[in-house]
Protein backbone atom coordinates (compact mmCIF):
# COMPACT_ATOMS: atom_id res chain seq x y z
CA UNK A 1 0.00 0.00 0.00
CA UNK A 2 1.19 3.21 -1.28
CA UNK A 3 1.58 6.19 1.70
CA UNK A 4 0.19 9.45 1.53
CA UNK A 5 3.07 11.77 0.74
CA UNK A 6 1.59 13.96 4.06
CA UNK A 7 2.04 11.31 6.81
CA UNK A 8 5.55 10.26 5.08
CA UNK A 9 6.36 13.98 5.06
CA UNK A 10 4.62 15.76 7.75
CA UNK A 11 7.07 18.45 7.58
CA UNK A 12 6.29 19.05 3.73
CA UNK A 13 2.62 19.63 4.92
CA UNK A 14 3.46 22.28 7.39
CA UNK A 15 5.82 24.20 4.59
CA UNK A 16 2.79 24.32 2.34
CA UNK A 17 -0.08 24.79 5.30
CA UNK A 18 2.01 28.30 6.14
CA UNK A 19 2.42 29.36 2.25
CA UNK A 20 -1.08 28.58 1.62
CA UNK A 21 -2.15 31.25 4.37
CA UNK A 22 0.85 33.30 4.57
CA UNK A 23 2.29 32.41 8.02
CA UNK A 24 5.19 31.38 9.10
CA UNK A 25 6.31 27.93 10.70
CA UNK A 26 6.43 29.67 14.22
CA UNK A 27 2.64 31.13 13.89
CA UNK A 28 1.80 27.89 12.80
CA UNK A 29 2.99 25.52 15.67
CA UNK A 30 1.81 28.36 18.25
CA UNK A 31 -1.65 28.24 17.11
CA UNK A 32 -1.33 24.20 17.07
CA UNK A 33 -0.67 24.26 20.48
CA UNK A 34 -3.53 26.59 21.30
CA UNK A 35 -5.97 24.73 19.34
CA UNK A 36 -5.07 21.64 21.73
CA UNK A 37 -5.47 23.42 25.03
CA UNK A 38 -8.61 23.30 26.85
CA UNK A 39 -10.00 26.87 26.64
CA UNK A 40 -11.50 26.39 30.10
CA UNK A 41 -7.87 25.55 31.87
CA UNK A 42 -7.08 29.21 32.03
CA UNK A 43 -10.73 30.22 33.66
CA UNK A 44 -10.37 27.11 36.01
CA UNK A 45 -6.68 28.59 37.37
CA UNK A 46 -8.86 32.24 37.47
CA UNK A 47 -11.77 30.71 39.06
CA UNK A 48 -9.19 29.23 41.87
CA UNK A 49 -7.51 32.08 42.64
CA UNK A 50 -10.13 33.89 43.68
CA UNK A 51 -11.71 31.08 45.87
CA UNK A 52 -8.53 31.01 47.72
CA UNK A 53 -8.82 34.86 48.66
CA UNK A 54 -12.63 34.65 48.88
CA UNK A 55 -13.38 31.57 50.17
CA UNK A 56 -17.50 31.56 50.05
CA UNK A 57 -17.76 32.78 46.37
CA UNK A 58 -20.61 31.63 44.83
CA UNK A 59 -20.41 31.46 41.04
CA UNK A 60 -22.19 35.04 40.35
CA UNK A 61 -19.60 36.51 42.66
CA UNK A 62 -16.75 34.72 40.61
CA UNK A 63 -18.26 36.14 37.28
CA UNK A 64 -18.41 40.23 38.79
CA UNK A 65 -14.69 39.71 40.53
CA UNK A 66 -13.53 38.09 36.60
CA UNK A 67 -15.14 41.21 34.96
CA UNK A 68 -13.83 43.91 37.70
CA UNK A 69 -9.94 41.78 37.10
CA UNK A 70 -10.91 42.46 33.15
CA UNK A 71 -11.96 39.00 32.50
CA UNK A 72 -15.26 39.31 30.87
CA UNK A 73 -17.13 36.14 30.94
CA UNK A 74 -20.57 34.45 31.26
CA UNK A 75 -21.95 33.71 34.92
CA UNK A 76 -23.44 30.26 32.99
CA UNK A 77 -19.80 29.24 31.53
CA UNK A 78 -18.53 30.17 35.36
CA UNK A 79 -20.76 28.31 36.83
CA UNK A 80 -20.37 25.17 34.56
CA UNK A 81 -16.74 25.30 34.92
CA UNK A 82 -16.92 25.21 39.34
CA UNK A 83 -19.38 22.19 38.55
CA UNK A 84 -16.85 20.40 36.48
CA UNK A 85 -14.06 21.09 38.40
CA UNK A 86 -15.41 20.74 41.54
CA UNK A 87 -15.30 24.08 43.01
CA UNK A 88 -18.57 24.69 44.31
CA UNK A 89 -18.70 23.07 47.82
CA UNK A 90 -19.13 24.68 50.58
CA UNK A 91 -19.03 23.82 54.52
CA UNK A 92 -22.58 24.44 56.09
CA UNK A 93 -22.31 26.87 59.38
CA UNK A 94 -22.80 26.00 62.75
CA UNK A 95 -25.47 27.12 64.76
CA UNK A 96 -26.08 28.36 68.01
CA UNK A 97 -27.44 31.20 70.60
CA UNK A 98 -26.30 34.10 72.42
CA UNK A 99 -29.28 35.82 73.14
CA UNK A 100 -30.41 35.69 76.64
CA UNK A 101 -33.45 38.06 76.64
CA UNK A 102 -34.75 36.73 79.66
CA UNK A 103 -34.70 40.08 81.66
CA UNK A 104 -36.61 42.73 83.65
CA UNK A 105 -34.05 45.48 82.08
CA UNK A 106 -36.24 47.85 79.39
CA UNK A 107 -36.89 46.58 75.56
CA UNK A 108 -36.87 49.28 73.03
CA UNK A 109 -39.39 49.31 69.71
CA UNK A 110 -38.43 48.20 66.68
CA UNK A 111 -37.62 51.62 64.88
CA UNK A 112 -36.05 50.02 61.69
CA UNK A 113 -39.43 49.02 60.53
CA UNK A 114 -40.32 53.03 59.89
CA UNK A 115 -36.84 54.04 58.99
CA UNK A 116 -35.78 54.45 55.40
CA UNK A 117 -32.01 54.21 55.22
CA UNK A 118 -30.86 56.84 53.02
CA UNK A 119 -27.07 57.42 54.38
CA UNK A 120 -24.01 56.26 55.88
CA UNK A 121 -24.48 56.49 60.11
CA UNK A 122 -28.35 57.03 59.99
CA UNK A 123 -28.61 53.30 61.27
CA UNK A 124 -26.27 50.54 63.03
CA UNK A 125 -27.18 47.35 64.08
CA UNK A 126 -25.04 45.29 66.31
CA UNK A 127 -25.25 41.44 67.55
CA UNK A 128 -23.20 39.07 68.89
CA UNK A 129 -21.72 35.71 67.94
CA UNK A 130 -19.88 32.44 69.72
CA UNK A 131 -16.23 31.99 67.64
CA UNK A 132 -15.03 27.78 68.66
CA UNK A 133 -11.96 27.43 69.63
CA UNK A 134 -9.47 24.76 71.09
CA UNK A 135 -11.01 23.69 74.09
CA UNK A 136 -14.15 26.39 74.21
CA UNK A 137 -15.56 29.31 72.85
CA UNK A 138 -15.10 32.73 72.55
CA UNK A 139 -17.41 35.87 71.59
CA UNK A 140 -17.83 38.29 68.96
CA UNK A 141 -19.43 41.36 69.03
CA UNK A 142 -20.02 43.81 65.80
CA UNK A 143 -21.89 47.17 64.46
CA UNK A 144 -22.51 47.15 61.20
CA UNK A 145 -23.66 50.33 59.27
CA UNK A 146 -26.77 49.74 57.61
CA UNK A 147 -26.58 51.83 54.82
CA UNK A 148 -22.83 50.66 53.43
CA UNK A 149 -22.82 47.39 55.43
CA UNK A 150 -19.63 48.15 56.35
CA UNK A 151 -18.52 46.54 60.29
CA UNK A 152 -17.57 50.03 61.65
CA UNK A 153 -16.50 48.11 65.48
CA UNK A 154 -16.08 45.04 66.68
CA UNK A 155 -14.43 43.36 69.65
CA UNK A 156 -13.99 39.81 70.82
CA UNK A 157 -13.78 38.26 74.21
CA UNK A 158 -13.78 35.19 76.49
CA UNK A 159 -16.34 36.04 78.39
CA UNK A 160 -20.07 37.28 76.94
CA UNK A 161 -21.10 39.82 78.76
CA UNK A 162 -22.00 43.92 77.89
CA UNK A 163 -18.39 44.42 78.41
CA UNK A 164 -17.14 42.64 74.84
CA UNK A 165 -20.30 44.62 73.09
CA UNK A 166 -19.61 47.80 74.84
CA UNK A 167 -15.56 47.42 73.27
CA UNK A 168 -17.17 47.10 69.93
CA UNK A 169 -19.76 50.08 70.71
CA UNK A 170 -16.86 52.28 71.56
CA UNK A 171 -14.57 51.27 68.84
CA UNK A 172 -17.49 52.21 66.35
CA UNK A 173 -18.02 55.71 68.08
CA UNK A 174 -14.03 56.31 67.57
CA UNK A 175 -14.10 54.97 64.08
CA UNK A 176 -16.91 56.93 62.73
CA UNK A 177 -17.70 59.92 65.78
CA UNK A 178 -21.46 59.58 64.22
CA UNK A 179 -23.92 63.04 64.86
CA UNK A 180 -26.33 62.74 67.74
CA UNK A 181 -29.65 61.06 66.42
CA UNK A 182 -28.09 57.95 64.66
CA UNK A 183 -30.55 54.68 65.69
CA UNK A 184 -28.65 51.89 67.19
CA UNK A 185 -30.83 48.61 66.67
CA UNK A 186 -30.16 45.15 68.26
CA UNK A 187 -32.03 42.75 69.67
CA UNK A 188 -32.90 42.37 73.16
CA UNK A 189 -30.53 40.34 74.79
CA UNK A 190 -29.14 41.29 77.99
CA UNK A 191 -25.56 42.42 76.91
CA UNK A 192 -27.64 45.09 74.64
CA UNK A 193 -30.46 45.56 76.88
CA UNK A 194 -28.49 46.14 80.21
CA UNK A 195 -28.37 49.30 81.89
CA UNK A 196 -24.50 50.02 81.19
CA UNK A 197 -24.91 49.25 77.32
CA UNK A 198 -28.28 52.06 77.09
CA UNK A 199 -26.49 54.20 79.10
CA UNK A 200 -23.50 54.62 77.08
CA UNK A 201 -25.74 54.91 73.88
CA UNK A 202 -28.06 57.98 75.45
CA UNK A 203 -24.36 59.74 76.02
CA UNK A 204 -23.55 59.31 72.84
CA UNK A 205 -26.69 61.12 71.53
CA UNK A 206 -27.76 57.62 69.87
CA UNK A 207 -31.53 56.57 69.93
CA UNK A 208 -32.06 53.11 70.85
CA UNK A 209 -34.02 50.31 68.83
CA UNK A 210 -34.55 46.19 69.32
CA UNK A 211 -35.65 43.80 67.23
CA UNK A 212 -39.52 42.09 68.17
CA UNK A 213 -38.85 38.84 70.21
CA UNK A 214 -37.80 35.66 68.85
CA UNK A 215 -37.91 37.18 65.08
CA UNK A 216 -34.23 37.44 63.77
CA UNK A 217 -35.35 38.88 60.68
CA UNK A 218 -35.63 42.39 62.24
CA UNK A 219 -31.68 42.26 62.58
CA UNK A 220 -31.60 40.56 59.35
CA UNK A 221 -28.18 42.35 57.99
CA UNK A 222 -26.17 41.47 60.78
CA UNK A 223 -27.01 37.72 60.59
CA UNK A 224 -26.14 37.67 57.01
CA UNK A 225 -22.98 39.44 58.14
CA UNK A 226 -22.41 36.57 60.90
CA UNK A 227 -23.62 33.72 58.61
CA UNK A 228 -20.90 35.22 55.85
CA UNK A 229 -18.07 35.36 58.94
CA UNK A 230 -18.75 31.57 59.71
CA UNK A 231 -18.81 30.25 56.04
CA UNK A 232 -15.91 32.69 55.05
CA UNK A 233 -13.80 32.28 57.90
CA UNK A 234 -14.06 30.96 61.69
CA UNK A 235 -16.11 27.20 60.24
CA UNK A 236 -12.56 27.05 58.31
CA UNK A 237 -10.41 27.17 60.48
CA UNK A 238 -9.23 25.69 64.12
CA UNK A 239 -8.01 28.95 66.40
CA UNK A 240 -6.13 27.75 69.17
CA UNK A 241 -6.52 30.59 71.59
CA UNK A 242 -8.22 34.10 71.63
CA UNK A 243 -5.64 36.05 70.17
CA UNK A 244 -5.29 33.43 66.86
CA UNK A 245 -9.33 34.03 66.47
CA UNK A 246 -8.61 38.04 67.02
CA UNK A 247 -6.44 37.32 64.12
CA UNK A 248 -8.07 35.38 61.74
CA UNK A 249 -11.14 37.61 61.98
CA UNK A 250 -10.08 41.21 62.43
CA UNK A 251 -8.23 40.22 58.61
CA UNK A 252 -11.80 38.81 57.47
CA UNK A 253 -13.09 41.75 58.28
CA UNK A 254 -10.76 43.84 56.80
CA UNK A 255 -11.53 41.78 53.51
CA UNK A 256 -14.88 42.39 53.94
CA UNK A 257 -15.32 45.74 54.48
CA UNK A 258 -12.48 46.70 51.79
CA UNK A 259 -12.67 43.96 49.22
CA UNK A 260 -15.28 41.32 49.34
CA UNK A 261 -18.19 42.03 46.66
CA UNK A 262 -21.97 42.57 48.64
CA UNK A 263 -24.77 41.45 46.24
CA UNK A 264 -26.91 44.26 47.75
CA UNK A 265 -24.31 47.07 46.65
CA UNK A 266 -24.38 46.22 43.28
CA UNK A 267 -21.46 43.88 43.78
CA UNK A 268 -19.02 46.37 44.97
CA UNK A 269 -17.03 46.65 48.05
CA UNK A 270 -19.02 47.93 51.42
CA UNK A 271 -16.19 50.65 51.59
CA UNK A 272 -15.85 51.60 47.83
CA UNK A 273 -19.80 52.13 48.12
CA UNK A 274 -19.23 54.23 51.23
CA UNK A 275 -16.82 56.35 48.69
CA UNK A 276 -19.13 56.48 45.90
CA UNK A 277 -21.21 57.64 48.12
CA UNK A 278 -19.54 60.33 49.75
CA UNK A 279 -18.42 61.33 46.25
CA UNK A 280 -21.37 61.67 45.07
CA UNK A 281 -22.04 63.99 47.77
CA UNK A 282 -19.57 66.53 46.43
Not at 128 to 150: K, M, P, Q
Not at 165 to 186: K, Q
Not at 198 to 204: G, M, R, S, V, Y
Request: net charge neutral.
Amino acid sequence: MMTDARDAHPELTVVRLCEAFSLSRSSFYEYKNNEDTDPDDELATEIETIIEEFVGYGYRRITRELARRKKKVNHKRVLRVMRERGLTHRKKPRKTTTTDSGHAHQRYPNLLAVTHVLRPNQVWQADLSYVRITGGFVYVACVLDSFTREIVGWSLSERLTADVALEALDNALIARCPSPGLIHHSDQGVQYACAAYTEALKAAGIVSSMSRTGNPYDNARMESFFKTLKAEEVNLQEYTDLDEAREGIGTFITLYNERRLHSSLGYVPPAEFAAQYHQAQI
